[in-house]
């Protein structure tokens, strides 16, 4: 499936707020309902819609603390990589797990309410894995810019 102007105008509008009725998402592509409903649904079943969320306050919901941690491993290995990665699949506070290029191995954002809690994830949780050789905290002050939506127009090849 190849991405028309239709398609980008559905997919960032929906990336604004996925709630939008879908009257108003045809509107802003110049389409039917009924069409617009077909695209969305096609668009899903490709997996350019991979699933829909509600974006929650993390102050709100009592997780005010955002660190983003820099691992480096014991065993750099598929093996090691595979392990450490499902750790961080079934971690809650881990909002991210990105393997990176450079010095470190991975980077995780990680969100808990307090900092002690983060103490105990980090000393208890995140060191005591034997394939964890060290990891660097660094303490997010406050976000300048967060998003969820992709820049679809910097993916055109056209």
């Known amino acids: ?8 105008i559905i997919l960032e ?6 709630s939008l009725p879908v009257a108003e ?16 649904r096609q668009l899903r079943e490709a997996g350019y819609i991979r699933r829909q969320v509600a974006l929650l306050d993390a102050d709100k919901v009592n ?18 990589q595979s392990a450490f990665e499902h750790f961080a ?12 290029s450079g010095g470190r191995d991975y980077q995780l954002k990680v969100i808990v309410p307090t900092i002690k809690a983060y103490e105990h994830f980090l000393t208890s949780v995140l060191l005591d894995l034997p394939i964890v050789e060290s990891a660097e905290s660094n303490f997010v002050l406050r976000e300048a810019k967060q998003t969820t939506a992709l820049p679809l127009g910097l993916g055109q090849t056209s």
């Open 25 to 40: 998402i045809a509107a802003r592509a110049n389409l039917s309902p009924p069409s617009c409903w077909r695209r969305i």
């Open 89 to 100: 699949d079934e971690r809650d506070e881990v909002q991210e797990c990105l393997l990176l």
């Open 1 to 8: 499936m190849t991405l028309d102007h239709q398609d980008r």
């Open 63 to 80: 997780l005010g603390v955002t660190v983003i941690c820099s691992v480096t491993l014991r065993d750099k290995s598929v093996a090691g």
């Open 13 to 18: 509008s929906l990336q604004q707020d996925a």
